[in-house]
């Protein structure tokens, strides 16, 4: 007998698809980051590596940097990726080896499309805000675009609406008929929304998208599930429609896109296909050669770690070992 005769019929939440997995709580972890800023890192883990091109999250603080430096990375480099950072609070001055030196301050979106390479630093200000509370996102770059120019780009202006009880500040891509004027090179979207009051609302969602929603603070909860500042709760693709619940003055990250299906090797600051390919960007990191010199920071570039002793593997988008 075909073990499925016995099961009982599933019946499917509002705005949820036959093919949405479920979702999956992921907590994060705390990771260093420069001398004087700790991130908790919600993407990639074991249970997820990415949602759509999004294949890196980190959010930090709220972070009391009255008395501290703050933000302290030096020049370092990236190959096959966007970053993408947001604030909440603070100020964190960008400088690249394109010459861009451009501070961002909360509300503001700042874009860095790597392509072949690109190095930058990121340091908070020598005169700056007491907090420090914000997020870096990467997006994975499709072929032919990771192998493309380097880029940068700082948006001061963003779209943003109010839908009842919540008001939404559109990042990245297309969202409740607006579009971001951010470059993305993939079906993408990324999405703050901050909770007014206390009524529920209800988003809608593209089908076709696997979705995340990062509480970044305040308390919320989505898809009957209850979660704190510095959680990510995948969503998985499928739905139509997705109800949100926060206390007011939350804030939410919605993350979402159309699963990317290359295989990746994730490793250091390098998004890249194979082996090689990581190894040879390590390599011209080290050499001085290809990703050029950060403007107006006279700082020692990072040096690259030791590769690991056993090959770096491609990975899929659910953490499978491809080739």
């Known amino acids: 007998m075909d073990r499925t005769e016995s099961l009982p019929a599933q019946t499917l939440p509002p705005g949820v698809g036959a093919t949405d997995p479920g979702s999956v709580l992921l907590p994060g972890h705390d990771v260093p ?27 930090f603080g709220p972070d009391d940097v009255a008395q501290r430096p703050g933000m302290e990375v030096p020049p370092h480099p990236h190959t096959g990726l966007q970053t993408v950072t947001w604030l909440l609070d603070g100020e964190i001055l960008h400088r690249d080896s394109l010459g861009n030196v451009q501070p961002i301050r909360p509300g503001q979106l700042n874009v860095m499309t790597s392509g072949r390479g690109i190095a930058h630093s990121e340091r908070s200000p020598l005169v700056h805000p007491p907090l420090m509370h914000g ?79 990062l509480a970044m603070s305040g308390s919320a909860e989505a898809d009957g599930v209850a979660f704190a500042p510095g959680a990510l709760l995948y969503l998985g693709a499928g739905r139509t429609a997705l109800t949100v619940r926060a206390a007011p003055g939350s804030r939410l990250l919605l993350l979402g896109g159309a699963p990317f299906d290359e295989p990746l090797v994730m490793w250091w600051n390098f998004v890249g296909r194979s082996h090689e390919e990581v190894a040879a960007a390590r390599e011209d990191w080290m050499a001085g050669r290809r990703f050029g010199t950060v403007a107006d920071d006279a700082a020692p570039p990072l040096p690259a770690p030791a590769l690991p002793t056993t090959r770096l593997k491609a990975r899929d988008r659910s953490g499978g070992v491809r080739g």
Do not use: K, N
């Not at 004087?36 to 890196?56: D, E, K, N, S």
């Not at 675009?145 to 943003?160: I, T, V």
């Not at 901050?194 to 979705?211: H, N, Q, S, V």
């Open 135 to 213: 997020v870096q996102l990467w997006v994975a770059l499709p072929d032919p675009a990771r192998a493309g120019d380097p880029d940068f780009a700082h948006h001061a202006e963003l779209p943003r609406w109010r839908d009842g009880d919540l008001e939404l500040t559109l990042l990245v891509g297309e969202f409740g008929g607006e579009r971001s004027p951010a470059v993305a090179h993939t079906p993408l979207l990324g999405a703050q929304l901050e909770a007014r009051g206390p009524a529920a609302a209800t988003l809608r969602l593209r089908p076709d998208f696997e979705y995340g929603l």
């Open 33 to 59: 980051l420069g001398r004087y800023t700790t991130v908790r890192r919600l993407l990639p883990q074991r249970q997820r590596r990415m949602i759509g091109a999004w294949c890196f999250v980190d959010h």
